[in-house]
């Protein structure tokens, strides 16, 4: 079956090393008459490019968007109107804290072919490079993938700390790391325990990875210190994995 390529191909990058990347989405970025991309999808790839290809840089710099989003909107309409292959490619997943969606929504608006490619994100590569398993049968039957940073302006937060806590699942959070003591104390306030573990994961997958183990009462005060962006917070009895499982097996002991 010869089934066509789309004009834009929404491409996760994945959450830095290039060989991360899937198949498909190399495939794609191969065949790419223009590449638009932000810095967290990783600039390596950069190299497996068609050397003609047009390549627009849109991310942030210094905390300001090098485009803003309607204008990245109107450039893919515009690129893939001219005929020509494009690529968007987004750092980790497209369609989790990627603004994916706004893209679909105004190319599949301007009656465009255009097609997903998803890819590893973020939270799956620090738990990858933490050694923390993002869902145990002993400990975590789930996981939720958060944001730490709402849109600014945002009335009033949409987070419900205290029914997160309830969950007792795995919390990914995304954005978060500037604010996560402020987090940290809504998730004892919404009633998890203090000592919960914590691992926060700077840089997944690049070659300053770095994993710090720590528990939420270290966070409220303080102990982290600076954490080199992009980091990524994983909250839950699988944060600490091992010792997670030693204190269940200690448990198991005494009820024996
Ligand atoms: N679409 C992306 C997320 C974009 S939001 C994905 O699916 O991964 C950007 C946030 O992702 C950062 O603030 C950070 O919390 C996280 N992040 C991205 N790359 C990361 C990496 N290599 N290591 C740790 N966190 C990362």
């Known amino acids: 079956m010869n089934i066509a390529v ?6 996760g990058a994945g959450p830095g090393d290039p060989e991360l990347i899937t198949v ?43 485009l803003e989003q309607e204008r990245i909107n109107a450039l893919l309409v515009e690129k893939a109107r001219e005929g020509k292959r494009v ?5 980790g997943d497209p369609f989790i804290f990627g603004r994916g969606g706004e893209e679909l929504a ?5 009656g465009i072919a255009v097609e997903v490619v998803p890819g590893v994100t973020a939270a799956a ?26 849109k600014p302006g945002k009335p009033e937060s949409s987070i419900d700390w205290r029914a997160l806590a309830a969950t007792r699942m795995t919390l990914c959070i995304y954005m978060g790391v500037k604010k996560i003591a402020s987090i940290a104390e809504n998730l004892v306030e919404g009633g998890l ?6 691992a926060i994961v700077s840089r997944a997958s690049w070659a300053g990875q770095q994993t710090f183990l720590l528990t ?21 009895a699988v ?18």
């Open 24 to 66: 498909r989405g190399l495939k794609r970025l191969q065949g790419a008459e223009v590449v638009v991309y932000d810095e967290l999808a990783g600039a390596e790839l950069l190299a497996f490019v068609r050397p003609d290809a047009e390549l627009v840089f849109v991310g942030k710099r210094c905390g300001k968007h090098a």
């Open 239 to 256: 944060a600490n994995h091992p010792r997670g499982v030693a204190i269940l097996a200690e448990a198991a002991g005494n009820r024996a």
């Open 106 to 110: 105004e190319l599949a608006g301007a």
């Open 193 to 198: 325990p203090i000592e919960t573990p914590v």
């Open 125 to 150: 590569a620090a738990g990858a490079a933490a050694g923390v398993p993002l869902t145990h049968r002993e400990l975590s039957s789930g996981v939720i993938f958060l944001t730490g940073h709402e």
């Open 87 to 91: 690529v968007r490619l987004k750092g």
């Open 6 to 11: 789309p004009m834009v191909s929404l491409v």
């Open 216 to 236: 939420l009462s270290e966070l409220i005060r303080g102990e982290h210190g600076e954490v080199p962006a992009p980091a990524l917070a994983i909250i839950g």
